[in-house]
């Protein structure tokens, strides 16, 4: 054979057909088993994995979009509700305001009114003490009339008379 | 060192029984590295799985760097069966070589030229058969020519260059270092067993040498294999 002399230890007149076929037999075979028992389920499952690994990135990106959009939903409410409660506290400030102005008005004009209750009271009781010091004078000008005729002054007889001097002695003066 | 080769034949076909033991004992141990690795298949890769992955991926790393995977991944199977296909041979005649009544029967089947170029026509046959099954066989018989006409002669004694080289260039490297080894168990056992110190380290040295060259001429086998694929496959060659 042509590579004969090649051979390690090779002797003449022997030829290598049968290890050619037993190389190419034995390696197909080889292969073929090896694709039904090892290659083929190992590149199902890279394939497997390969698929989730896609499908993990894709839900996660997913995932990471929605958690975008919600934390974007919520500042915007927290915007919202920061502005609201502003416009609460500044209602609030207002309405505050105008109560005091409300309850200051309306102490002012309670003490107007205190003032002048009082002013009619101290009146009314000035008239009333005028009045009773005018019986008094009456009474005592009937005693001190009494005195100077020496005789009884009925009272009576001569209240009215005693009235019209004192009311016409207060009209002189 | 002269070994003579365990032979017999049937009905006219010559074979080299060393060579059919290894090759079968090559066969199983890959097929038990294989099926083992990938029994308990797992989403999560454990062990054994995780070096078989790794090699699926180097090997589909070899094809990519050649073709596009579209086209490429039909010899995905075909490139992994031949890296550990022939890396376990180029291991099996590492550890010890068993020699009976001066027949050679325990050595690496890649050690034999025989095999290698058998290896080596297979691979331009099939490279050969895509070529026409991608391109039809007007394309096929258009590389032949292209870009010039006068290239044909070169082109057809580069298929055969190119098988014979990637046949060979196995062969050499190891039958290469099985011979030195073979020579270094000589000096193992001369001067009544003095020469055991005096091989103990050059032996050690070559050994781990031709681990080394056993998986870099596996790689290379692929590696050149999907070259030449690619360059039958691929239209723009």
């Known amino acids: ?173 | 060192m002269e070994h003579k080769n365990p032979y017999f034949e049937i009905a006219g076909l010559g074979f080299n029984t060393a060579d059919v033991m290894m090759l079968l004992i090559t066969a199983v141990i890959v097929f038990i590295i294989a099926v083992v690795s990938t029994r308990k298949l797992q989403l999560k890769p454990t062990g054994m799985q995780n070096f078989m992955e790794w090699v699926m991926d180097f090997v589909k790393g070899i094809i990519s760097n050649n073709m596009d995977w579209k086209t490429g991944g039909q010899f995905h199977i075909l490139g992994i069966t031949l890296i550990m296909f022939i890396f376990v041979a180029n291991m099996l005649g590492l550890p010890f070589s068993i020699s009976v009544d001066g027949y050679l029967w325990w050595k690496s089947p890649t050690a034999d030229p025989v095999v290698t170029l058998t290896l080596a026509v297979m691979i331009l046959v099939l490279t050969n058969y895509y070529g026409v099954k991608a391109q039809g066989m007007k394309g096929y018989l258009k590389t032949f020519v292209s870009p010039m006409s006068f290239l044909l002669p070169i082109k057809i004694i580069e298929e055969l260059a190119n098988t014979l080289t990637l046949g060979l260039r196995l062969y050499g490297n190891i039958f290469a270092g099985e011979v030195l080894l073979g020579l270094l168990a000589g000096l193992a056992t001369a001067w009544s067993g003095a020469g055991f110190l005096a091989a103990f380290i050059p032996m050690m040295a070559w050994q781990a040498f031709s681990v080394f060259i056993g998986a870099i001429q596996s790689f290379i086998f692929v590696m050149l294999t999907m070259v030449y694929m690619s360059h039958k496959v691929s239209k723009d060659h």
């Open chain 1, 1 to 173: 054979m042509l590579l004969d002399y090649l051979v390690l230890g090779s002797a003449a007149g022997q030829n290598q057909y049968g290890t050619i076929l037993a190389t190419l037999v034995v390696f197909v075979v080889l292969m073929l088993l090896l694709k039904k028992f090892a290659w083929g389920p190992l590149m199902g499952i890279m394939q497997q994995r390969e698929e989730l690994v896609a499908n993990e990135i894709e839900s996660a990106e997913k995932s990471r979009k929605e958690a975008h959009e919600l934390l974007e939903e919520q500042r915007s409410l927290l915007k919202e509700a920061r502005t609201e409660a502003q416009a609460i506290v500044e209602n609030a400030k207002q309405q505050a305001i105008l109560q005091k102005e409300e309850i200051v008005s309306s102490a002012k004009a309670e003490a107007v009114r205190l003032q002048e209750s009082a002013k009619r009271d101290i009146e009314s009781e000035k008239e009333k003490a005028i009045a009773a010091v005018r019986e008094e004078v009456v009474s005592l000008s009937v005693l001190a009339a009494t005195k100077v005729l020496n005789k009884e002054v009925s009272t009576e007889d001569n209240r009215t008379l005693i009235e019209e001097t004192i009311a016409k002695a207060g009209e002189a003066r």
